[in-house]
């Protein structure tokens, strides 16, 4: 109905979802202008149909991007045991599965709140360096159910980051998100512009940037990388 009204020319979706990707093709193939703040999640099939009804209608599209359901740490634990690196995975499983987990590497279904569990693996395992992606990440699901988002990646960090102190590991790089910058007064983003989340995701994930920036002027000998991104998508053979 939305998009077959003659008085509404431009759709603009503030946090696309899946709910949306009926609305949004439709909006393109009624004669709409589509504009999307961040990109939709979606299946790979999914993307060639938008993207082909973007195609069909390029002057109606002034920005669409498609974040595929994909595992990022997965990919990065592949090239590490390929590059000779001896990888442990740990994950909850809630949104992931274990087949996806490299057959070389040491998996634990553990949870970020399970403190003294990551404390006897990264001893277990003589973990050298933590890669941090384990986090809920679906804006319009951390405006309805912000608790949670605080709980699992702020809480769950520092929840991961008081194990890592007690085993003695000082290095981790976290998946930080792009979100942190909120509604940015000029693009392309760069690293230096002025961080105002505006969504409960996006200040989980600022709040831990903080909470590793102070970590970090507290002990000379932790180091940390944030990496600041919209979304990954890829794919490992």
Known sequence: ELCARPDIDIIHCCAPNHLHKDVLLAALEQGKHVYMDKPLCCTLEEARIMGGAAARHPERVT???????????????????EAGHRVAVVDNLYRGHRQAVHPQAAFYPVDLAQGGSLESILREQKTECVMHFAALAYVGESVQQPLNYYDNNTAGTISLLKAMKRAGVKRIVFSSTCATYGEPSQVPLVETMPQSPINPYGWSKWCVERILRDVAAADAEFSFAALRYFNVAGAAA
Not at 71 to 79: D, F, G
């Open 63 to 81: 920005q669409m991007a498609f974040q595929y359901r994909f595992i990022p740490a997965l990919l990065r634990a592949k090239q590490l045991i």
